[in-house]
């Protein structure tokens, strides 16, 4: 899928502008007029789409806005003993996963040795830090970072549970939050196929509050 240029919400701002202008012109012409205001009410709307898109991936409060209103598109759905996920429109695997009582959005990464969760989710969970004679360095796309090891009792990603499963927590991971190897390599197996990443548990789980076992 082609994405959307990085100055789309000036390119909205515009179109603001641009359809205040059609409607001073076109207010008079009855038909033609109507027909060329509904489109460019349809250009605005998707403009508008596109910006919200593009800035949830920045702002963690346009996040927020995007899930209230189910924005992403990008929801994860178990089918018999697989959870499918689909692509989502940044070109990543992105899963709702249940860690204590927090729902987070972390990005599945196969490159990532281990999971990570942020610092904020780290202390609203109250994990503690694994004692360590020696802090653990991590290569990461903006360099070498320093993080600490922890441990969380459980993670669910709709059927699938993994339970005392090691992390790394880092204030430098800003709010990211990542599912790494050891998590999918619990899995019976994993794969992508015909744009959907499909996760197989060794035992799948019920999912709280779905009639799926």
């Known amino acids: 899928m082609p994405s959307l240029p990085p100055n789309l919400l000036l390119y909205f701002l515009c179109g603001v502008a641009g359809l205040i202008l059609v409607n001073l ?17 349809c250009v605005l709307l998707f403009l508008l789409f596109g910006a919200v898109q ?14 209230l209103f189910n924005l992403e598109g ?7 003993r697989e959870l499918r996920v689909p692509m989502a429109s940044d070109g990543h695997f992105w899963v ?8 987070r959005r972390m990005l599945v990464d196969s490159g990532a040795t281990i999971t990570a969760l942020s610092a904020d989710t780290a202390a609203a969970l109250g994990v503690r830090p694994d004692p360590a004679v020696f ?18 009792d459980e993670l669910r990603i709709g059927n699938i549970v993994a339970r005392r499963l090691a992390v790394v927590v880092s204030p430098a991971f800003g709010n990211t939050e990542v599912i790494g190897m050891n998590f ?5 197996s994993w794969r992508v196929e015909g744009g959907s990443l499909i996760l197989v ?7 709280p509050g779905s009639d799926q076992p």
């Open 25 to 41: 012109i076109t207010r008079r012409i009855p038909v033609i007029g109507t027909l060329i205001r509904l489109a460019s009410w």
């Open 54 to 67: 593009q800035r949830q991936r920045l702002d963690p409060y346009f996040a927020k806005l995007t899930r």
């Open 74 to 80: 990008d929801q994860q759905q178990v089918s018999g």
């Open 96 to 103: 709702t996963a249940q860690i204590g009582g927090l729902k």
């Open 135 to 152: 802090p653990v360095i991590l290569n990461t796309a903006n360099g070498p970072v320093t993080a600490q090891t922890a441990t969380v």
């Open 184 to 188: 999918l390599s619990r899995l019976e």
């Open 201 to 207: 548990p060794h035992h799948s789980q019920p999912v």
